[in-house]
């Protein structure tokens, strides 16, 4: 079904690189045709001047159409492509149909490798808020996960848990000395402790060696430490868990930086082995060349750090897993952290240090530029967050008569957040504005799920199957639907290949408006049999595509709203 797989072995014929026309060929603005060839560079190689090069090539072509091919027009350096409407109609309609289980569900017919892809995203710290900030990393975590697994991957979802370190000393120390009377079960105890510690430490400074002591202790596996650390485990993923079930996210494994306490051993004894541990004041680090920073692993006290663990956590995931790439959805403030990891495993030899990649993105703030900061208390809870969006959009739903009104707002609200933190290209920073996320007309997860629920509804009225006629199809309006359908496959393997859900997000907007302008253009129940039921197959369509779209990227699609 892949036309630009069709054009590119067809222009062999003409002497034309198989390979080299994929990757040259665009989709082209309909006036223009159905695709355009540049020829420049090809022209350039036979050292031939590219508007002749195009005349010719064109000429030649409409000698020799083929039967699915109108025309190939010559445009400057360009060869632009027309399609015999009909055909691609019909077999883009026999693609999709294909595709399309009996609910609607997509199968993926793409042949690619399997792989093992390993996700480490979320990664939230144990006994600290998770606030707007984690935003990001979750969804686009998430949506990779579905992603690769449309494709067909094995996907393992790594909840990297920041469980780990002297606040734990701290809170521990807390809970035994402001917090005994009562059994701590919330967050909010938590945190509060944490500041209440902060606050007398800042007066008394014995409290940190006291904090020290106890973080010793679990570190020893002393019992009691060890229990009260597994209480602040217990009580932040309770919490949590109410937002990965919001957000309809699972992960494989919550093994964190804990977890690879007693699995150091082999990063340090091959760093020794390979002779890349070099004293530093009292401390051990692995030099990462000129001009750049080392790479610190052991503290003068022998403890390990954030960047120990990761290696330990890296090893041991090729070891349980076998992945063939490693992500990190991790901020951009990080970069550096994982350039050195990775770079510490090619030294140390591991052959597939180059398949651990970092997902960087920006950063998140609150429209009216609120700083998103835990230390200052001004922190925004994705909880709130959620919440707020789903309570403005029941105001806007109330007066609907709809059914399913609480399901429906909570759908609607907590996919406008969802699609709002996914529109954007990752890494860039971005203010997230709940005017914005929540406008049912813009460029928003409202309006994608609004125009889903408009096909839902036509096609409650008239049900019909995908044997339509073709000839019915042939407009501008309805054609450049149906273009975008065919590209669904296309979008999702290039949105793979660059670890980018807004190409996905991109994508389902330009398919509504699209498809909406087609809506208000073409009457489409009432008319001649065959008329409608050609445009209602467009509907049927597009209807799927985008529920299997918004899947993609960890939005649900509502039938009313
Ligand atoms: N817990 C860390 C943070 O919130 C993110 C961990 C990312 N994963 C990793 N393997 N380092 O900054």
């Not at 900030?133 to 690769?148: A, K």
């Not at 004894?269 to 001009?291: C, Q």
């Not at 230390?375 to 709809?402: A, F, P, Y």
């Not at 253009?521 to 065959?530: A, D, F, R, S, T």
Request: proline content about 2%; aromatic content about 12%; glycine content about 6%.
């Amino acid at each position: 079904m892949n036309y630009k797989q069709k054009i590119a072995k067809y222009l062999t014929k003409f002497e034309l690189e198989e390979n080299n026309v994929l990757m040259l060929i665009q989709d082209a603005d309909l006036k223009n045709g159905d695709f355009a060839l540049p020829v420049f560079k090809i022209a350039a190689s036979l050292k031939q001047n590219p508007m002749q090069f195009a005349i010719d090539l064109a000429n030649k072509i409409n000698e020799n159409k083929s039967n699915w091919l109108d025309k190939a027009m010559p445009a400057g350096g360009y060869v632009n492509f027309y399609f015999k409407r009909q055909v691609f109609i019909k077999d883009t309609f026999d693609y999709l149909c294909k595709k399309t289980k009996g609910d609607g569900e997509y199968k993926n017919l793409v042949p690619a490798a399997k792989k093992t892809i390993a996700i480490d995203y979320s990664s939230i710290n144990i006994a600290k808020d998770f606030h707007i900030g984690h935003l990001l990393t979750t969804v686009i975590g998430g949506s990779l996960c579905e992603i690769f697994s449309y494709l067909g991957h094995k996907v393992v979802g790594i909840n990297h848990l920041g469980d780990w370190g002297t606040q734990f000393g701290k809170l521990i120390y807390a809970v035994k000395t402001w917090g005994e009377d009562k059994p701590i079960n919330s967050m909010e105890e938590l945190t509060a402790l944490y500041v209440k510690y902060h606050n007398e430490a800042d007066k008394d400074k014995s409290l940190d060696d006291k904090a020290r002591e106890w973080f010793k202790k679990i570190e020893d596996a002393d019992k009691e430490a060890l229990k009260l650390f597994n209480e602040f485990k217990r009580i932040t993923l309770k919490e949590v868990n109410k937002i990965y079930d919001m957000l309809g996210i699972k992960f494989d494994s919550y093994d964190g930086e804990s977890f690879f306490n007693d699995k150091m051993g082999i990063v340090i004894d091959t760093l020794k082995e390979k002779k890349l541990l070099v004293e530093s004041d009292k401390a051990f680090v692995v030099e990462m060349g000129e001009n750049e920073p080392p790479c610190m692993i052991l503290k003068s006290d022998g403890a390990t750090l954030y960047a120990t663990r990761d290696l330990a956590a890296a090893i041991y995931r090729k070891k349980t897993y076998d992945f063939d790439e490693n992500l990190y959805v991790v901020a951009y403030q990080q970069n550096l952290h994982f350039k050195q990891v990775f770079k510490v495993l090619e030294l140390m030899g591991y052959d597939w240090a180059d398949r651990c990649k970092h997902i960087a993105f920006g950063m998140v703030s609150l429209e009216g530029g609120e700083a998103l900061s835990t230390r200052k208390g001004n922190v925004v809870l994705l909880k709130d967050v959620l919440k707020t969006s789903v309570d403005k959009t029941m105001q806007i739903i109330k007066d609907r008569g709809l059914e399913d009104k609480d399901r429906i707002a909570h759908e609607v609200g907590v996919g406008a957040v969802v699609f709002f933190a996914l529109y954007n290209q990752r890494i860039k920073d971005m203010v997230f504005s709940f005017d914005k996320a929540l406008n049912f007309d813009g460029e928003t997860g409202p309006y994608l799920q609004y125009t889903h629920a408009r096909c839902c509804s036509l096609v409650n009225k008239f049900d019909c199957n995908f044997d339509i006629e073709a000839k019915y199809l042939e407009d501008d309006f309805a054609y450049e639907v149906i273009r975008l359908l065919s590209r669904f496959d296309d979008i999702v393997l290039d949105a793979a290949y660059k670890y980018e859900p807004s190409i996905i997000a991109r994508y389902l907007i330009d398919l509504c408006q699209c498809f909406n302008r087609f809506y208000f253009e073409k009457k489409i129940l009432g008319q001649e049999e065959g008329v409608t039921k050609a445009r209602m197959g467009i509907v049927k369509l597009v209807k799927n595509a985008l529920k299997n779209g918004m899947k993609l990227i960890k939005m649900n699609a509502p039938n009313k709203m």
